[in-house]
């Protein structure tokens, strides 16, 4: 029981590490994005009515002029990544590349890294998967059943009694369907079985190969 309740704290304080790094990554985009240096522009001139005035047209058009200018934001994984414009947003939200595949994935270790290297991850936590999901610019959703392995944030995930994981993975399992995601089982567990998936790979397949596999089965467009 006390090995039991250990993991639950790990798993929790996982979580919470994980859900930090995300609310620092949309604060990041957020500040850098156009829309709201405009607002912060047009709040101090109206702060001051004299000079404010008279240096607004001056910062907007400065604003104009640089608004395909590459900026940088730090995402999830905490690496640097290029911030593009307004139709990039959902995707510079999470972290994710506005090309090439991304991969939202509910991810044991081992599968996070192996992924890692040849697609761009969103990773996915219990306590906002499915925001997180709708918000994404994904091209599939990938759920690791070795990620429901004690000591991970989630923890049993697949391990019947524990309906605070089921409820959280049904839920962004309902937002991948609404928006056509494909959904990917890696492995099997009891409570992951006949969840209507619509592929699924065996443990010791090559995710890229199983990538380049499922790019052509669901014609994903990688923009």
Known sequence: MADR????????????????RILEARV?????STSLRVGRAVTDAARRPGKGVV??????????????????????????????????E?????????TGLAVAGVLGRAAAEELGRTAHVVPLMPHDAALILDTADVDLVLVDAAA???????????VPGVPDRERAL????????????????L??????????????????????EALA???????LDLG
């Open 213 to 219: 596999g499922l790019h052509a089965r669901f014609s």
């Open 148 to 158: 429901g392995a004690p000591g991970g944030p989630w923890a049993y995930l697949g």
């Open 187 to 208: 492995g099997s567990a009891p409570g992951l079985a006949g969840l209507g998936w619509d592929a699924t790979l065996r443990t010791d397949t090559p995710l890229d």
């Open 55 to 88: 240096r607004l047209p001056r910062e907007l058009y400065r604003m104009w002029r640089h608004r395909g200018t590459p900026n940088v934001v730090t995402s999830v994984d905490a690496r640097e990544r290029p911030m593009f414009s307004a139709r990039d």
């Open 28 to 32: 990041a985009a957020l500040e850098a």
């Open 5 to 20: 309740q250990v993991s639950r704290l790990k798993a929790a304080l996982a979580d919470r590490e994980a859900r930090v």
């Open 90 to 98: 959902d995707r510079l939200i999470v972290g994710s590349p506005a």
């Open 170 to 185: 049904l839920g962004l399992m309902d937002v991948a369907r609404s928006r056509g995601r494909p959904l990917v089982l």
